[in-house]
């Protein structure tokens, strides 16, 4: 069947590191969506996921270069797209390499989609050349990622993230700060820290919990875990309280080359370097920041968190 559409379809959502990047929908949506501390996609108006064809990826790709035909990186949306299936991703990767010789392409995946797809295909998608993916890490506790029903285990983790690195994909993991809630933060970033340091990813992206409500610009529904906020089955972190979680989990990380990078405005403090080098300074940085008068610090928090 022809392909009509005139104007690529986009991405909802990117890492901030892409903003440079050729974006590319390959699937729309999150195949999951279950996860409670989420709700971003039906929020941003796409509760349903759908897989796109080749053809029409292969089309956004024309047109994506013919307006603009300097791209030295790519990232493949939306949530999940190696839920195309591998055959897919690779016609669509290699194609994308032949028409753009970009130096880097990326997506986000889930851990469990990366488990079904195995040690053999993820070396089949590196050679396609996929570099590098991002990975909702969220917490390294199984039983806070059970109660947020993110569909993933500590050792999952531990077992893809060992299946990447013989592949030669470079991982970037995303922690949120305050998942555990006020009530189990040290045991979320302890085990958090367990996670990062046994699989040693090239990336540490800190998010802070942030959850979608009535107050966006959007008409979605809200994220899960404000029911459970409301019903008191959920007492949120509080801003210095994430401060502390971030604090915590730089000290309990040693003998990695992971760089740390606090790259989303709604972090609280903007720390960035890696562990084995950088790792003293960072901590300096958060000292200093919670050396500040308490006025100080709750005026940071009020204007941070308004800005979402
Ligand atoms: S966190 Fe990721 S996997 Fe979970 S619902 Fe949101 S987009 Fe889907």
Redesign the pocket.
């Known amino acids: 069947m022809a392909i009509i559409h005139k104007a690529p379809e986009v991405p909802l959502i990117r890492p901030p590191s892409e903003w440079r990047s050729l974006l590319v929908r390959v699937t729309r949506g ?1 195949k ?4 409670r501390f ?4 039906p929020h941003l108006g796409e509760p349903e996921f759908s897989i796109r064809t080749v053809e029409e990826v292969k089309h956004d790709i024309d047109l994506l270069c013919s307006l603009r035909q300097r791209f030295e990186t790519a990232f493949f949306g939306d ?2 797209p190696l839920q195309a299936g591998v055959d897919a991703f690779v016609e669509i990767a290699e194609y994308l390499r032949k028409v753009i010789p970009v130096k880097r392409l990326t997506c986000y995946s ?1 851990a469990s989609t990366l488990r079904k797809i195995g040690p053999d295909d993820l070396k089949i998608l590196a050679a396609a050349g996929l570099d590098r993916v991002h990975i ?1 890490l969220e917490s390294g506790d199984a039983e806070i990622l059970r109660y947020h029903r ?1 569909g993933q285990s500590p050792t999952m983790v531990r077992e893809v993230a060992a299946w990447l690195k013989e592949a030669g994909i470079e991982i970037s993991f995303y922690v949120l700060l305050g998942l555990g809630g006020r009530d189990q933060w040290q045991r979320h970033i302890l085990e958090t820290a367990k996670v990062i340091n046994d699989t040693e990813p090239e990336f540490v992206r800190i998010r802070r919990l942030w959850l979608y409500g009535c107050d966006t610009p959007f008409s979605g529904p809200e994220s899960p875990l404000l029911k459970e906020i409301r019903a008191g089955a959920f007492i949120p972190q509080t801003p210095e309280g994430s401060v502390l979680e971030l604090k915590l989990l730089l000290e309990n990380l040693d003998n990695i080359s992971t760089c740390i990078v606090c790259d989303h405005h709604n972090n609280y403090v903007h720390v960035s370097g890696c562990i084995n080098e950088d790792k003293e300074d960072m901590l300096a940085e958060i000292d200093s920041f919670l050396a500040l008068p308490a006025s100080k610090r709750e005026a940071h928090y009020q204007v941070v968190g308004s800005r979402i």
């Open positions: 999150c999951w969506n279950r996860c989420c709700g971003i996609y949530a999940d889930r909702g993110k």
